[in-house]
């Protein structure tokens, strides 16, 4: 069963930057879609941003496009997003998850998660 552990969450600025990061083990990272997620408080979860295996292609949701940059590095089993121009209203848990041999999509299955990193962005 794969593993995925979530890192890089914290409080930051509205306009500041993070960068969150998705270890990937117990898998052959590269056969892998992944993807992240996010829940504020009192929602529902929805997607952010998934990445294929096949040729590294992206997609994102509508509210972090041209914010949010979603890349992989089969070396390093790892995953990240890079969230720029942050604002109050990505406030969320976010969880990163992979699917073998899955699609990069809103709607795509995925069937592994994380724990979850919190990012607080503060106005």
């Known amino acids: 069963q794969v593993q995925l552990v979530e890192s890089g969450g914290g409080l930051v600025q509205a306009g500041g930057s993070l960068r969150l990061s998705c270890a990937v083990s117990?898998?052959?990272?590269?056969?892998?879609?992944m993807g992240w997620f996010r829940q504020a408080p009192g929602k529902e979860r929805e997607f952010v941003a998934a990445?294929?295996?096949?040729?590294?292609?992206?997609s994102y949701a509508s509210s972090v496009k041209g914010r949010f940059t979603i890349s992989r590095d089969n070396t390093k089993n790892t995953m990240y997003l890079q969230m720029n121009s942050l604002k109050p209203e990505d406030t969320a848990v976010y969880y990163c998850?992979?699917?073998?041999?899955?699609?990069?999509?809103?709607?795509?299955?995925?069937?592994?998660w994380g724990q979850g990193t919190r990012v607080t962005v503060s106005s």
């Open positions: 998850a992979a699917q073998l041999w899955g699609q990069a999509k809103p709607r795509a299955d995925f069937s592994s």
């Open positions: 117990r898998g052959t990272f590269s056969s892998y879609a």
């Open positions: 990445i294929s295996w096949t040729d590294s292609s992206t």
